[in-house]
């Protein structure tokens, strides 16, 4: 009867986890979806020269309906930000001209402008970072990026989509919710993104001082199990781990 029990217990987790799994995979592939219609979008509305009044227009109708996109960007080649519409609680906003800047040097944009068209890099999900220092309150976000090009086929620069994952991660709450014991959401570095156990831990990478606050350095054995296959069941003697990747 133990057995039978443990193994329904194992079971019943295997398939939470599943459906955290297809939540998470649902999710990025909208958010893909949407990546490549503003870069379509673009390539319709962009005028000759500088003139992005059009596509300006239009993201800003695409932002206030989405409302989970903290920015959408237009970057030139030379890695010059040339529209910005930013969403918050107030509703979305055309960035002036004025306040726009470089990300020449940003991992999205050196990842991403040497693409070929239709790919899309989609960046970890981290905390918001504003002048090298975590923003507060911490903002969970996702970069998507992709190369868009001139009515011509002339490549622009690239389009970025900043997805505030909020939203994602409170679907993952609520699923977890129904778990008869801790469910973690990791990184590939084995840092927790969610524990529904003990938030604390969570986001420990973005901080210099609790680098070694992670799930890889407490429960390694698991840990090695999880790299080496996608999904399963890892009995320790810290506990029954059921995974998905």
């Known amino acids: 009867k133990i057995k039978r029990s443990r193994e329904l217990a194992e079971l019943t987790q295997q398939e939470l986890a599943d459906v955290e799994r297809e939540i998470i995979s649902n999710k990025v592939s909208r958010l893909v979806s949407d990546v490549l219609y503003t870069a379509d979008n673009f390539q319709l509305n962009s005028a000759e020269g500088d003139n992005y009044a059009e596509v300006k227009r239009q993201w800003l ?9 903290d ?11 040339r529209v910005r519409v930013n969403y918050s609680g107030t509703g979305a906003q055309v960035v002036a001209d004025t306040a726009l800047q470089n990300k020449k040097d940003r991992y999205y944009f050196k990842d991403s402008v040497a693409l070929q068209k239709n790919q899309v890099f989609i960046s970890p999900l981290d905390l918001n970072v504003e002048n090298n220092v975590v923003e507060q309150p911490e903002k969970p976000m996702i970069r998507l990026a992709t190369p868009c090009y001139d009515s011509a086929g002339q490549q622009q620069g690239i389009v970025v989509l900043n997805y505030s994952a909020q939203d994602m991660l409170q679907q993952v709450r609520k699923i977890a919710s129904t778990s008869m014991g801790a469910v973690f959401m990791l990184n590939a570095d084995g840092y927790w993104l969610y524990n529904s156990a003990d938030s604390s831990t969570e986001w420990a990478f973005m901080y210099e001082d609790r680098a070694q606050q992670s799930f890889a350095t407490d429960y390694p054995e698991v840990w090695q199990q999880v790299l080496a296959g996608s999904s399963g069941v890892s009995v320790t003697n810290q506990g029954v781990f059921s995974y998905t990747n």
């Open 61 to 69: 109708v695409f932002s206030e309906r989405k409302k989970i996109y």
């Open 71 to 81: 920015q959408i960007r237009f970057i030139d080649l030379d890695g010059n930000e």
